[in-house]
């Protein structure tokens, strides 16, 4: 078993706190992406559980065990990084079989983990070439391989696909995860791409200022964003925003009036995503600024309110900057959230 439980972890460099009280848990074969902008605390945590710095507060455990005083090797981890870290003097075979020389493995052992690793990430036939003459998508291979040839319990991956060009990311992306759906490795993937993260994780833990502000799956996180941030963070283009002001037992959006949640406050926020407005006679309106073709959609970014707002369209309507255009929001798909906190209000 290689869950991992991390509890109330902070992590300090002098007056800078990098990470403020994170918990996290992770299951047992789980794929679970961490996902943020530079800077949010990703990689830290990331470090922090490899053993390649220490927690200044709480615990961390994997499999059960208390590892803070434990070094990296002894943690049964395996780390594949943003610059591949694969070896240019030395043969692909050799690089899959570094760590396992480490270990002191039988060749026999050691040829039969390599080959088998290198024919899940279809580089068995670069086994004799030298790293260095590989294109950057062969040396991830390898460099995952390498990883997983080790069978670790827990697999870190630190934005492995960022050095990519977008074409190779695709294939990259479907091929991790094939693989790892195979190898069943708990997988813990660092992320600023949305798109890597949705398409790869079984659950996104988004971060923001050193926090995990949502933990859930991509489609929770994408449908009901805890938090204003969230929503903002993820999707693209992300949700747009209005305030919203009490008016006759409801919200007013825009001069529209709006069936909403009980709350308190004199003012709230309205949450829509692009894709959920659709053109009508009396709803939302404002001026068209600029009409994107997307193929079989387009992106119109219009002014709502003094606020840019964005719809994704059918490609066939005949809209046009400076129109007018007015849309209605799906109810079902209108969120709300306290502008003060961020917080979703339900």
């Known amino acids: 078993m290689a869950e991992i439980d991390i509890r109330n972890v902070v992590k300090r460099f002098g007056s800078y706190t990098a990470l403020e009280r994170v918990d996290l848990d992770v299951a047992d074969r789980e794929f679970l992406v961490l996902l943020g902008a530079s800077g949010c605390g990703k990689t830290t945590l990331l470090r922090l559980i490899a053993g390649l710095d220490t927690p200044s507060e709480g615990e961390i455990k994997i499999g059960g065990k208390r590892v803070n005083e434990l070094p990296p090797r002894a943690r ?4 594949v990084f943003q610059n591949y870290a694969v070896f240019p003097h030395l043969t692909v075979f050799e690089n899959i079989a570094f760590g396992l020389r480490m270990k002191k493995l039988p060749e026999a052992e050691i040829d039969e983990k390599v080959k088998r690793s290198a024919s899940l990430m279809h580089i068995e036939q670069l086994l004799s070439r030298y790293s260095g003459q590989l294109s950057g998508g062969q040396r991830q291979r390898v460099a995952v391989a390498r990883a997983l040839a080790m069978e670790p319990g827990v697999l870190l991956m630190d934005e492995p696909l960022s050095n990519l060009d977008a074409l190779l990311r695709l294939e990259m992306r479907a091929e991790l995860k094939g693989v790892l759906q195979e190898s069943r490795t708990t997988t813990i993937y660092v992320t600023h791409d949305q798109v890597e993260a949705m398409s790869l994780g079984d659950r996104i ?3 923001h200022e050193g926090r995990i502000v949502q933990a859930a799956t991509p489609m929770d996180v994408y449908r009901d964003p805890a938090t204003n941030f969230v929503g903002g963070f993820i999707g693209s283009p992300p949700m747009n925003f209005l305030p919203a002001a009490r008016h006759n037992g409801g919200w007013q959006v825009a001069g529209v009036d709006l069936a909403g949640p009980a709350s308190d406050n004199a003012e709230i926020q309205f949450g829509i995503r692009p894709e959920d407005l659709m053109p009508t006679e009396s709803g939302l309106s404002g001026t068209v600024r600029v009409v994107e073709p997307l193929g079989a959609h387009k992106l119109v970014t219009m002014t709502v309110a003094d606020t840019l707002f964005r719809a994704v369209l059918d490609s066939d309507l005949p809209v046009r ?15 709300w959230f306290d502008p003060k906190s961020g917080a979703a209000i339900n």
Do not use: F, N, S
Not at 76 to 79: E, L, Q, R, V
Not at 321 to 335: F, H, K, N, S, V
């Open 205 to 207: 833990a988004v971060m």
């Open 76 to 79: 049964g981890i395996a780390m």
């Open 321 to 335: 900057p400076g129109e007018t255009l007015t849309l209605a929001p799906r109810p079902e798909r209108i969120r």
